[in-house]
């Protein structure tokens, strides 16, 4: 299936501000990139660098006055990402080094704190890949999907008080939830086809068998129309915008997703 | 200055139990280990490797029944560690990339609620190292220094409310305060000469001017006989030890810092 | 300067054919790229990583028949790369610890042959960049520049030995005779506006005062119209395709380079 | 089987020199470090980084008059390394990423010139550990081992036209010879128990099946007994010291290896 993304951000600006962007995604195993924009009015100095989770993020200072920043990508995704009910638990001994990290609590995943919820959840599943499914499946159930009523991101602990939240919010219980069982887990930012309302995205993976796996407590069993855009342990790791200074909040914030004929 | 450090671990285990253990100290400009030990009793097959920080650490599986782990390191540390009062805050868009990472929220250290009691505390202060300096004041000050309490981590937000904790507690919202002003700023785990009652340690550093500087909440002003083990965000990423399974606590945990002659 | 750059490469593929490609340009403080596609036909599944030295670069299985990649950028570029004179030579103990292994002698480089030789060229010269001057003079006039006329890469040695050769190969003479006076040096590969005739290009290089600085024997003193999409220590680091099996070379290869407006 | 291993390195230095020193071992799955020491005589500041190969290096500068650096480690070593007769060649699509640039030809290894060469050597052989092995032997038949007679690395063409060579340049042609199979190989650098005349020892490994295997030309089909120090391309990349500036070398250098009972 071919995708084309946008996001169109635009800003008014008091004060020069300083930018980190994540808006570039990247070609893997699941997707490929075979055309890209990325225009930023009006151009200024941008430097772009590779993070410590492989995500492309750009480096920029926004002058005074109206600033906008449209994207567009051209991505081939998988027609349906893998599902493998049984994939087994992996012990902790058994992690391969890079993926250690994701088992660790982080800002928005108090991971620490949710061993004995996670094991009620998960309760007479295999370990692994169905322990992650019925966590999909419970948060699908029981946390309300509140699309578009958030400006800043709760924990999971939060969450799970309010019984309610974004896409994110859902993730980021879910990463907490799947961590506490020593399930690594990470968030995912990008893109869903046919979201209602469309919006930027946020869903989770989770590593049983020998590798990561997509989860979505919004779209539950669904495998397709996803484009990554960043990886992290939570959403500090992965904001499409980090601004510093005083607040500053998109004017305008447009994003489409729209299938389209192979890429010619 | 020549400190010998040593930290003795034994643990009783009742089912084999995966570990993650940061205990090997490394040279860099502050500290050389010019002679170390590390025993493992009874020996088991140890992987190590170096995490995203920089860190060496350890992997083993703890087998069933008694088990032991006894490090020791010569080391020569700076006798004093630089304080550079005035040294400017470094606006975000000047920042080197490996530290923009230290910027963020995490776990233990929810900086995205502490910038209205930074900008109170560090009020009149120049942008920078005296900021930080004046952090450092008023935890010293304020949060009360209660060691030896504290079995498992409480984040900055809960350390601000019980207005007490343990040295990592105290370094966890001096690193919040920080970042709620945008200046990079981690955690330290390690040894510190003469701390009273004898333990690891924590602390933290920030990074002004251009370059990361020392700072202790226990012990404020004195920047001589430390010896870093590991550096992180916060506790979640630099623990000396992490256990998978079944909780374990040492049974008998024994640290010492010693001054010795040169080393010959 | 806005630059729009295309390659395309076709091939007949015999036995399907591991291909590692490096024709994605990446966004840094000289360059920005504004527009990008990549057509690979017929698709294949692609992996792309990140290398050592930040390259992009793609992994595939070419299957058998007509095989083709089409890309293209646009890009903007300084108007003028900075040139320092006089910008010193910075001593070993100085440099950063990521610029080190570019003094270091690598396939195509042999830079512990070249000592004597570089120190007869920069006879005169203060250390740093007026040396790194003085050697893309030396290579301008003394070595004859013979485009086209290579299908693989000769070392800086033999290049010596010719008196004559490619861009790739004046660019690794440059190199060693750096390396050989302690000044850090790698190979750049991309497009140059305005190359006569069309091609890829290949220049270098050099690490002095405190920043990487661009040469060009075959463009002396020109510091325009440079795209940069690969960096390495030599050609056996930055090759725009490596394949690997039966010998394959593309029975079509077009490059262009044209100035456009700028990007809307 | 627990080693001790011992290095004595002194100098006497004419002029201030930098040194990039590689000599602590480091621990992984074939050996543990359980007790080490590093003097530098006279002790002067030392920064210790890590490289891209996970290597431990030091970096400092030597001061004038006599100057010497011992280093001393007590590890455990597997009794005997693993050997997989039949281990199948990895086909490069298959290959980790993190192996790639262990294909590449390198300095000291032209693996572009050596193909026809390596096809002859591993006539009949099986794909894989088979050929390795084969190359192994044929090293160790037909090129001379002449301990001793080296000051500085020649290239495997180079080995391969004299038909001799010390450990480390029979490395390098095992190596090229590797490559030129499409097999990733890369150079070692440390201690062999037992190697008459004792010295510091380089050998190769090369990747089949899934996983690294060590492979020696001077002690063909010995397996035990290794204490890596260095891991790299070639020695290029893993010196046991660099020194910039005007040349220098040891005035004396004195390795030791003896078993040790059981460390206490």
Avoid at 67 to 81: C, E, G, H, N, P
Avoid at 248 to 253: H, I, K, L, M
Wanted: charged fraction near 20%.
């Amino acid at each position: 299936m071919w995708l084309r993304t946008s996001c169109e951000l635009s800003f008014y600006i008091a004060v020069p501000t300083p930018f980190i962007l994540m808006l570039r995604p990247r070609s893997n195993a699941q997707q490929w990139v075979a055309k890209e924009e990325y225009k930023i009015s009006p151009h200024v100095l941008v430097y772009e660098h590779t993070d410590g989770y492989s995500n492309l993020y750009q480096r920029l200072i926004a002058p005074e006055g109206a600033f906008s920043i449209r994207t567009s990508a051209d991505v081939k995704v998988v027609d349906q990402l893998d599902q493998t009910p049984g994939a087994p638990f992996v012990e902790v001994q058994n992690l391969p080094d890079q993926v250690l990290s994701y088992l660790l609590p982080s800002r928005y995943c108090e991971s620490d704190r949710f061993n004995e919820m996670a094991i009620e959840i998960t309760n007479g599943k295999a370990p692994g890949y169905d322990q992650v499914a019925s966590i999909e499946k419970w948060l699908c159930k029981r946390i309300l999907y509140t699309p578009g009523e958030s400006n800043f991101a709760i924990s999971a602990v939060e969450v799970n008080q309010r019984q309610s939240g974004v896409c994110r919010d859902l993730a980021h219980l879910g990463i907490a939830l799947c961590r506490s069982l020593s399930i690594p887990a990470r968030l995912v930012v990008g893109y869903l086809y046919d979201l209602k309302p469309m919006d930027l995205h946020a869903w989770f993976e989770a590593y049983v068998g020998d590798r990561w796996y997509t989860f979505d407590a919004v779209h539950q069993g669904a495998r397709a129309g996803y484009v990554a855009v960043g990886y992290g342990r939570d959403a500090a790791d992965v904001a499409v915008f980090n601004q510093f200074g005083p607040s500053v909040f998109p004017t305008v914030q447009t994003v489409r997703v729209e299938k389209i004929d192979e890429f010619i």
